[in-house]
């Protein structure tokens, strides 16, 4: 039966197998890794975690390496529109094809261990992968680091982009905690790179405790960029540190680094879209360190801005409202096609103490009415990768050039 589905026909069954969404550890999966690739993955790997970032680090990663010439798989999470994006072969998603082959692989090996929707992603990547022949792999983490999926794979380079406080339920709620699961990426004498600026001493024992080279990055990268934001100097710096890491083995000129990170993009991190003579910016920031991130570099185009905003039960939602209220004119509250989504009433009930806010029914009532606003040139909308997915369901109506175009 299962070699007449199509994606839509794994992915609904997948999600059915486990009651729970995210399962954290590494027995089940590495048991069908080692089935499947019994001496290891055939390419290097380049794995990539932290709080915030990990999307445009690897971008950057990825556009170096195939501005040299290399054949680069990528691996990213969570997908905004489909499923297809969390793999990619040279800078182009792959076919459902490959994606159902990889399944229908992962099915016969597996037995009678149980995958998450998530483990089986991991593991077709994977596949994929070698079936490409592909030079390298860069492998972002779902949650956390050391019990993700993504882990059961002994990288060549490990980066942690920052550490700031989101998945409290599963990662601990202070840096320290937090650091030490995202330090469990690191191998023993394999590169480790490290963006950010206090790094928690969990995550500097870790890496003295396993001989792990650690290089500490705290210079922004300093040529132009492909993506907007101070921040991203950061992530495009780490992502060089990376690169030369690896220089004996994968030899990449500074014109091909300067190429390729003016040229990195990424869906939905300060990406700019023009309707009506007025500019969305869509960005997934969803917490306080990613809107502290968002605001600061909306602030170097002072401009009266409104937004569009709704987010999950789980994230610190109070903290991202205080950071942003200064500069957001005016609040639209929606609410948003996810399992975890705050509930409209519990959204209301946040901001209270601030009148400058409006109740939409859906995202389609969002945006119409911010685009009303004559005296408005800007809209941003945050708060949740499933905030964007929902906006650009009803943006993509205007027939807009988007990265998603």
Excluded at 235 to 255: C, G, M, Y
Aim: net charge negative; hydrophobic share 45%.
């Amino acid at each position: 039966m299962k070699n007449k589905w199509t994606l839509d026909d794994w992915l609904n069954w997948q999600e059915m197998l486990m009651e729970e969404t995210i399962v954290m550890g590494l027995d089940r999966v590495g048991i069908v890794y080692n089935r499947l690739f019994p001496n290891g993955v055939p390419y290097k790997v380049i794995t990539v975690a932290g709080t915030n970032g990990k999307g445009s680090t690897v971008s950057f990663i990825d556009s170096i390496y195939r501005e040299s010439k290399y054949k680069i798989g990528r691996s990213t999470s969570p997908h905004l529109l489909k499923y297809n994006e969390r793999f990619a072969i040279d800078g182009q998603d792959v076919s459902d094809k490959l994606i159902i082959k990889a399944f229908e692989l992962i099915e016969a090996k597996r037995e009678n261990v149980t995958l998450t929707y998530f483990e089986f992603s991991t593991l077709a990547a994977l596949i994929i992968f070698a079936e490409a022949n592909i030079d390298l792999a860069i492998l972002e983490v779902g949650l956390g680091g050391r019990l993700d999926s993504v882990n059961i794979v002994d990288s060549d380079v490990s980066v942690i982009t920052n550490i700031a406080i989101d998945h409290t339920d599963y990662l601990g709620d202070t840096r320290e905690a937090i650091g030490r699961e995202k330090a469990g990426i690191m191998r023993t004498s394999m590169p480790c790179i490290c963006g950010d600026q206090k790094p928690p001493q969990s995550l500097l024992s870790y890496a003295k405790q396993i001989n792990t080279p650690l290089t500490l990055v705290s210079e922004l990268y300093k040529n132009e960029i492909g993506l907007e934001g101070a921040h991203q100097k950061m992530n495009a710096a780490v992502a060089v540190k990376a690169i030369e890491s690896l220089a004996d083995q994968f030899p990449v000129s500074i014109s091909m680094i300067t190429e390729g990170v003016k040229k990195a993009r990424v869906a939905a991190r300060f990406e700019k879209i023009a309707i009506g003579g007025k500019t969305i910016i869509l960005d997934v920031a969803h917490n306080p360190a990613a809107v502290e991130a968002l605001i600061n570099t909306l602030s170097e185009d002072p401009m009266e801005t409104v937004a569009i905003f709704s987010a999950l039960v789980d994230k610190n939602i109070d903290d991202m409202i205080e950071l942003a209220s200064e500069t957001i004119k005016h609040w639209f509250l929606v609410p948003i096609s996810a399992e975890r989504s705050i509930d409209l009433e519990s959204l209301k009930n946040k901001f209270d103490e601030l009148e400058s806010t409006t109740f939409c029914l859906n995202m389609n009532s969002a945006i119409s009415q911010s685009l009303e606003l004559n005296e408005i040139k800007r809209i941003v909308i945050f708060g949740s990768f499933y905030t964007i997915t929902d906006a650009f369901k009803i943006i993509k109506k205007f027939n807009v050039n988007s990265f998603w175009s």
